[in-house]
């Protein structure tokens, strides 16, 4: 039986609070022991030792929303790949969103990805499947087959599910099965521009999107969600009216959750500046008074969870006039460093950010990770969160290379990623 | 550059025309003072002039216009420069990667100067960091027309001898409108008063925070003013997306007599054109010889846009100074 032994670590379960320094001990693949006294009396024989420096050691990340390429456009992204990217974040768990051709909106498709995820990934993939049939807002698909072949939510990614009918049958039905609905909370019809609604936009000639765009379409939803019941979460939420709107929801004890993120508590309008497609993002980056109300929501746990939103795109859709240009951004890498800036900044404590990142998405899609007890699967990063780099876009693992965060300057990333056992990243090593 | 050590003092310090923005006022009367120049030349019986003899002009158009590509085509002959007109097809040119492609393509021939129109706002911007010639935006999407807010400009100044302290109002779809961007852009530059009258649906977010007054009743934003200029209203955009109807429109946004009698009696009356006669202008008003410049518009067109490429091609490498500073070595 394999072991490895992390000494001289600090360990960090956001999910109790725990916070020691301490040791812990991994042995086939799960989590067997834990605490600062841990390897007093010697370390175990046969086991391969981390000095971790005194380097944060917490649950692997769980980032859960991710689009990659496959089935469908794997000159975008492979699975595979999109899992070294995640290992090179700390990211252990990635929730892939139905968005791919064909549309994850099938048990077969479902199926597809587990199996290809088992067979190239070196983290662990789960899918989130299709609301409505070919993601057309019409149809809804086999809910209840689909969470018995493995789906873990259910949304339709990046488009809006804009008729409430369907939103309302759909939280119906879902309830029954407990099943987690995910909205991209955007009315379609107020959204056909190409950055935020502002003087900015103004100044550049390009069509906003307005902030209510995704208001209307949150509250709407929150209305349905008190008719209907079930479990309802927006994928990511952009302003600060959002932030209030979920904050008072939460307090009328309403069964809603929302992330945000990472790119939107790092970045706002003004980054877009003279046409750069790279901060084209879906929904966009807002003002600096709502990246800050966003800072806020997370830093208080109106807002839930971060993601990276990942999303790969080819050079040939970016280097477009700014309106022609695809939206989105890759993030897997730099879900944490992005993070951390806000711990650096005085905004939360590590412990916050990392709820977020950790027991926070696993708990809201049930996975059954994302802490650091005994039993658990091994799923760990460990955390060096003071040291500065600058992000250099060539040496991401992503192959596409669309990046906000080009010559950004960080405090902190992943050293080394563990998933079930198993060493997926060691920062500074190729493997 | 080695004609910078000729000429310490440069005209017109700026590799390309993009926009209005990032434009001084000294840069913006430099541009006018040698248009006035070219207004005269113009009017002679001979107007070739050779400023541009041996340049390569290219007027990349993807959006159709016939005025402003002849206004450019023109320019570009008088000055004796060899000109080149593409109009691209709409269709076969949405997607960006063809249109970089085009740039580096046409870049190959070694143009000196490139006239770029596209629909995308920003587009004329990603172009000219993909060639090595001065680039002049012909206008790109909703964002600037510059050459069009210079000739505005010029018309404006040779008929009331200045532009500080006018009063401007530009009237009807400012949403969509690139020229009235350029145009609040230049004249705030230049010390003018400008207010936008429209609707509320074709005011964009945060117009005011350009440096305008914004008044939804043409009667009002029209006292006392110096200059009316209205703007072309596409439409299909007054079949109750915008404004309810064509006859909604001319009733509260269309320029007659009627509103034209609460600007000051002198006032001038403008249009980019082309122009929708009966929808956004009374056809007696655009013709009305004492207060409608709208012909002139079009003369001075020619005259800024031979300016601009004159005052471009002036910082472009030059062989003959090349070869002069090589004798001085």
């Known amino acids: ?431 | 550059m080695t004609s910078a050590e000729k000429q310490p003092q440069a005209l017109f310090p700026h590799r390309h025309l993009l926009g209005i923005e990032g434009l001084s006022p000294t840069d913006i009367t430099a541009l006018l003072d040698l248009a006035d120049t070219y207004v005269e030349q113009n009017r002679q019986v001979d107007k070739k002039g050779s400023v541009l003899r041996g340049r390569t002009q290219i007027n990349l158009f993807f959006e159709a216009s016939t005025r402003t590509q002849s206004s450019f085509e023109l320019a570009g002959k008088r000055l004796g420069a060899d000109v080149m007109n593409m109009s691209v097809g709409v269709s076969s040119v949405k997607k960006g990667e063809t249109l970089i492609d085009t740039a580096v393509t046409l870049n190959a021939m070694h143009p000196d100067l490139i006239v770029i129109r596209h629909g995308s706002s920003g587009a004329v911007e990603l172009l000219s960091q993909k060639v090595s010639c001065s680039v002049i935006n012909a206008g790109d999407g909703a964002h600037e027309h510059p050459t069009q807010a210079l000739l505005d400009a010029l018309t404006i100044r040779r008929r009331k001898g200045k532009l500080q302290g006018l009063t401007v109002a530009i009237c009807g779809d400012i949403m969509h409108s690139r020229v009235a961007r350029s145009n609040i852009l230049l004249l705030n530059a230049m010390g003018a008063r400008v207010r936008v009258v429209a609707p509320p649906t074709l005011l964009p977010k945060g117009i005011e925070r350009l440096g305008v007054e914004v008044f939804h009743d043409m009667m009002k934003g029209l006292e006392g003013v110096d200059i009316v200029m209205m703007l072309r209203l596409q439409l299909e955009r007054m079949a109750g997306s915008y404004v309810p109807s064509q006859r909604e429109y001319f009733h509260f946004h269309g320029l007659d007599y009627a509103k034209l009698a609460v600007a000051k009696p002198d006032a001038l009356v403008m249009h980019p054109g082309p122009m929708n006669r009966g929808v956004e202008i009374d056809s007696a008003v655009a013709d009305d010889i004492n207060r409608s410049v709208i012909r002139e518009q079009v003369e001075m067109g020619v005259a800024v846009r031979m300016a601009v490429l004159d005052a471009l091609a002036r910082n472009l490498p030059n062989e003959r100074s090349a070869s002069e500073r090589g004798g001085a070595a």
């Open chain 1, 1 to 431: 039986m394999s072991r490895t032994a992390f000494t001289n670590a600090r360990l960090l379960d956001p999910a109790s609070g725990y916070n020691e320094k301490g040791g812990l001990l991994v042995e086939g693949g799960l989590i067997a022991d834990l605490g600062p006294q841990l390897f007093n009396d010697g370390l175990p024989d046969g086991a391969e030792i981390v000095d971790c420096g005194g380097h944060v050691l917490a649950p692997g990340l769980i980032d859960c929303r991710v689009f990659t390429g496959e089935p469908g456009a794997e000159y975008r992204e492979t699975l595979a790949l999109a899992s070294q990217a995640a290992a090179a974040g700390g990211v252990t768990t990635m929730i892939v969103m139905p968005n791919t051709n064909p549309v994850i909106d099938d048990v077969a498709l479902v199926d597809y990805i587990e199996r290809r995820a088992r067979d190239t990934a070196i983290v662990n993939i789960h899918t989130m499947a299709a609301l409505t049939k070919g993601l057309g807002g019409e149809q809804m698909t086999e809910i209840g087959l689909l969470r018995d072949a493995g789906a873990v939510a259910f949304t339709d990614g990046n488009k809006a599910v804009a008729s409430a009918q369907v939103m309302r049958r759909a939280m119906t039905y879902a309830a029954s099965f407990g099943a987690l609905i995910v909205q991209h909370a955007e009315e379609p019809s107020l959204a056909g521009g190409v950055m935020n609604e502002s003087e900015l936009a103004t100044r550049l000639g390009l069509a906003g999107i307005p902030a209510v765009a995704e208001t209307i379409l949150i509250e709407r939803d929150l209305r349905l969600l008190e008719l209907a019941g079930g479990r309802y979460h927006v994928a990511q939420i952009s302003c600060e009216a959002s932030v209030e709107i979920i904050r008072r929801a939460k307090l009328h004890g309403l069964p809603v959750t929302c992330g945000v993120s990472a790119a939107h508590l790092q970045l706002n309008e003004n980054d877009v500046e003279s046409y750069r497609t790279f901060f084209k993002l879906s929904p966009p980056l807002r003002c600096e008074a709502d990246r800050c109300a966003l800072v806020e929501g997370l830093a208080d746990g109106t807002i839930d969870v971060v993601v990276s939103s990942h999303d790969p795109q080819d050079a040939e859709v970016k280097r477009r006039p700014f309106a022609e240009a695809n939206f989105g951004a890759i993030g897997l890498e730099t879900l944490l460093p992005a993070g951390l800036a806000l711990v650096h900044n005085g905004d939360m404590t590590l412990s916050r950010l990392l709820a977020a990142m950790t027991h926070a998405p696993s708990d809201l899609l049930g996975l059954g990770r994302g802490r650091l007890a005994t039993g658990l699967p091994a799923d760990l990063t460990l955390i060096d969160t003071d040291t500065p780099w600058i992000l250099d876009p060539s040496k991401l693992k992503s192959i596409s290379r669309n990046t906000p965060f080009e010559d950004r300057r960080f405090q902190g990333r992943a050293l080394r990623t563990m998933v079930g056992g198993r060493m997926v990243y060691v920062h500074g090593e190729t493997r």
